[in-house]
T-cell receptor
């Protein structure tokens, strides 16, 4: 069964450093998302992406964040200058068609900012 | 308006019992209500979902009950098993992003 994959599974970085989290969505999916889950808390929406542009972004997704689909398969989340409070699990999700509403999540990347 | 409230925060059930998790929403524009199951260290996995044109949906041991007028929906897990022990999130959506509830940690004891 096709699945969303994410790399790395765990990323440790120093405060102020740039990180890039990578996702490979399911191949025929058209809608892509990033969500964040701080330890023990709920999953929070960050950004949605369709047709090579951002559809919607949350208040969390400030100028330090950016997303890109550099080729036909990868979808990346970049944090330009990490803060301690960026430490969280980051989940990528993809959706085949907007009408289905069914989002499939990857296993996540645990980001630890020291 | 965008919040989804979920209760209880944690739930302990005996094997074979019924687990019930409740959610409430405010935004009447929401038209899709999924439940996700999450095991430690894993991503959320879609369990079952419902749209507001039906009041109940059943898949195996999992049932969603939906009350449109009360703006509430619930997940019932029948014959709960130790393997069901996980965190369950309700969510709501009006196309695009999912708004998640705060999660319920379910523990099923043998």
């Amino acid at each position: 069964e096709p699945e969303v994959t994410q790399t790395p599974s765990h990323q440790v970085t120093q405060m102020g450093q740039e990180v890039i989290l990578r996702c490979v969505p399911i191949s025929n999916h058209l809608y892509f998302y990033w969500y964040r889950q701080i330890l023990g808390q709920k999953v929070e929406f960050l950004v949605s992406f369709y047709n090579n542009e951002i559809s919607e972004k949350s208040e969390i997704f400030d100028d330090q964040f950016s997303v890109e689909r550099p080729d036909g398969s990868n979808f990346t989340l970049k944090i330009r200058s990490t803060k301690l409070e960026d430490s969280a699990m980051y989940f990528c999700a993809s959706e085949e068609l907007e009408a289905t509403d069914t989002q499939y999540f990857g296993p996540g990347t645990r980001l630890t900012v020291l | 308006q965008q919040q989804v409230k979920q209760s209880p925060q944690s739930l302990i059930v005996q094997k074979g019992g019924i687990s019930i998790i409740n959610c409430a929403y405010e935004n009447t524009a929401f038209d899709y209500f999924p439940w996700y199951q999450q095991f430690p260290g894993k991503g959320p996995a879609l369990l079952i979902a419902i749209r507001p044109d039906v009041s109940e949906k059943k898949e195996g041991r999992f049932t969603i009950s939906f009350n449109k007028s009360a703006k509430q929906f619930s997940l019932h897990i029948m014959d709960s098993q130790p393997g069901d022990s996980a965190t369950y999130f309700c969510a709501a959506s009006k196309s695009d992003k999912l708004i998640f509830g705060t999660g319920t940690r379910l523990q099923v004891f043998p």
